[in-house]
């Protein structure tokens, strides 16, 4: 099974615009990104999938894989059209903005596909328990909820379940968008037409269930660094720091 990486980078993120570029030690965000994933080993090869010039031209001078690619509401979007001319099997998605996400989670998701004989799963994602109350009702939060096997039933910003009977010892459990998708059914997301339920959460990852594809959910307690505004970035930078003392 051949397997790709693709780090989906658009430069005008609306919370952070040119978050992706800016600098996290010697290396950009995104160069930092790519070198991770790079150096997990996991990949057949590695790109980076990008509607910007800058971006584009930051990791094909480091001698890196870079895809241009057009406008895209989502980052599913944009990475089927980078992938619908390369050869693979599997794609796993990393966000550009993850600089730290570990080699384990990613292994854990392609393992899901291991005993997969009848190809049921269109792809796997990972979600991390989660107990503060806070969290739990910000909307910021994509909740999961699963069914005994682990595939997805509905993912939303809103509190699910709703805990109207609170002695059924109810977990909760974040949403982290990290995935791999078969290639065929990334391909087929991408010709889909967005539906009620996505436009109305703002989750990509709801016009899969709308469509009858399954999503496998894995557990981890991995927990990243996610750049999302200028105080993300200090953080990271002082990891970064840690972790190189």
Same mark, same amino acid.
């Given at each position: 099974?051949?397997?790709?990486?693709?780090?989906?980078?658009? !430069?005008?993120?609306?919370?952070?615009?040119?978050?992706?570029?800016?600098?996290?030690?010697?290396?950009?965000?995104?160069?930092?990104?790519?070198?991770?994933?790079?150096?997990?080993?996991?990949?057949?090869? +590695?790109?980076?999938?990008?509607?910007?010039?800058?971006?584009?031209?930051?990791?094909?001078?480091?001698?890196?894989?870079?895809?241009?690619?057009?406008? #895209?509401?989502?980052?599913?979007?944009?990475?089927?059209?980078? +992938?619908?001319?390369?050869?693979?099997?599997?794609?796993?998605?990393?966000?550009?903005?993850?600089?730290?996400?570990?080699?384990?989670?990613?292994?854990?998701?392609?393992?899901?596909?291991?005993?997969?004989?009848?190809?049921?799963?269109?792809?796997?994602?990972?979600?991390?328990?989660?107990?503060?109350?806070?969290?739990?009702?910000?909307?910021?939060?994509?909740?999961?909820?699963?069914?005994?096997?682990?595939?997805?039933?509905?993912?939303?910003?809103?509190?699910?379940? !709703?805990?109207?009977?609170?002695?059924?010892?109810?977990?909760?459990?974040? #949403?982290?968008?990290? !995935?791999?998708?078969?290639?065929?059914?990334?391909?087929?997301?991408?010709?889909?037409?967005?539906?009620?339920?996505?436009?109305?959460?703002?989750?990509?990852?709801?016009? !899969?269930?709308?469509?009858?594809?399954?999503?496998?959910?894995?557990?981890?307690?991995?927990?990243?660094?996610?750049?999302?505004?200028?105080?993300?970035?200090?953080?990271?930078?002082?990891?970064?720091?840690?972790?190189?003392?």
């Amino acid at each position: 099974m051949r397997i790709v990486a693709v780090i989906p980078a658009r !430069y005008e993120a609306s919370r952070f615009p040119g978050k992706l570029m800016q600098q996290l030690g010697r290396k950009t965000v995104i160069s930092t990104t790519y070198n991770n994933v790079v150096e997990t080993g996991l990949f057949d090869a +590695v790109f980076v999938a990008t509607d910007s010039q800058l971006i584009f031209h930051e990791i094909t001078s480091r001698g890196g894989n870079a895809v241009m690619t057009g406008e #895209h509401e989502t980052g599913s979007d944009r990475i089927a059209e980078a +992938v619908e001319g390369i050869d693979c099997d599997l794609v796993v998605n990393v966000q550009g903005d993850e600089p730290f996400l570990k080699k384990e989670p990613l292994s854990q998701l392609i393992a899901a596909f291991d005993d997969d004989d009848e190809q049921q799963i269109s792809l796997a994602s990972l979600k991390i328990k989660i107990s503060d109350e806070e969290e739990i009702a910000n909307p910021n939060t994509v909740k999961v909820i699963t069914d005994k096997d682990g595939f997805a039933l509905y993912f939303s910003r809103s509190v699910i379940p !709703y805990p109207r009977e609170t002695s059924a010892g109810t977990e909760y459990f974040r #949403h982290i968008g990290v !995935y791999a998708f078969r290639k065929n059914a990334l391909l087929s997301f991408a010709r889909l037409a967005q539906r009620p339920l996505e436009i109305s959460e703002k989750i990509e990852c709801l016009r !899969y269930l709308e469509y009858g594809m399954k999503i496998k959910m894995v557990e981890t307690d991995f927990v990243g660094v996610g750049i999302d505004v200028p105080a993300d970035l200090e953080k990271a930078r002082e990891i970064l720091t840690k972790n190189n003392s």
